[in-house]
């Protein structure tokens, strides 16, 4: 399985991008890079995922190498509400499934 | 649309006791999985259930066991509950079942074995 390496934990100033790196090194072209937060006890939220190109929604950018082996979440103006933590995932495929494999995360501290 | 749901929210057991929790996924969505989450071992993959089948299973004992209804529906059952079963259980809906569908997380059962 496909692992993945954050920071543990980042501060960003309310307003400011927060930039969250990510290092997945022996990713495969067939799998993907998913985003998700968790603030404290509750359940995950998703946030953008992608396979090879860059992706945008309403919440944030993704920005993936091309060599796939380390991508960027953006949020581009940072809120108090965005502090939590943050996982990127390599989603790992196989019996035609596709289970999620949570690391540690990054913390991410938003601060006034 | 409504999200995913879980009930009980939260739930106190005694070693040795059995447990079922319940998933409603978001309409229209075939793919059901859980996970459980622990201060220690952190967020960790136990089932995924498409279409009524099981297709991945985590490394996890068979005490841990679930299934899914026609409507797609889940449970999942922990039997003889041991006090390291206390966790966080979250149940995750997908539309489709590869990697491409985005996995959407309900607010998870508190689990607590005493």
């Known amino acids: 399985d496909a692992k993945t390496t954050q920071p543990t934990s980042m501060d960003c100033a309310e307003g400011r991008a927060a930039n969250l790196p990510c290092n997945h090194s022996?990713?495969?072209?067939?799998?993907?890079v998913y985003w998700y937060r968790q603030i404290h006890s509750q359940g995950p939220q998703y946030i953008i995922h992608g396979l090879k190109n860059n992706e945008t929604n309403e919440m944030a950018s993704l920005i993936i190498t091309e060599d796939k082996k380390s991508s960027t979440l953006i949020l581009p103006h940072a809120t108090l509400r965005d502090t939590a933590v943050y996982y990127c995932i390599v989603r790992v495929i196989y019996n035609q499934g596709g289970k999620l494999i949570f690391g540690q995360g990054t913390e991410l501290s938003v601060k006034p | 649309k409504a999200g995913v749901t879980q009930t009980p929210r939260y739930l106190i057991k005694t070693r040795g006791q059995q447990v079922t929790l319940s998933c409603s996924p978001i309409s229209g969505h075939r793919s059901v999985s859980w996970y459980q989450q622990t201060p220690g071992q952190g967020l960790q993959f136990l089932f995924e259930?498409?279409?009524?089948?099981?297709?991945n299973k985590g490394n996890f004992p068979g005490r841990f066991s679930g299934r899914q209804f026609s409507n797609s529906r889940s449970e999942m059952n922990v039997s003889t509950l041991e006090l390291g079963d206390s966790a966080l259980y979250l149940c995750?809906?997908?539309?489709?079942?590869?990697?491409?569908?985005?996995?959407?997380f309900g607010p998870g059962t508190r689990l607590t074995v005493t």
């Open positions: 259930y498409f279409s009524e089948t099981q297709r």
């Open positions: 022996t990713i495969s072209g067939n799998e993907y």
């Open positions: 995750a809906s997908s539309f489709g079942g590869d990697g491409s569908y985005e996995q959407y």
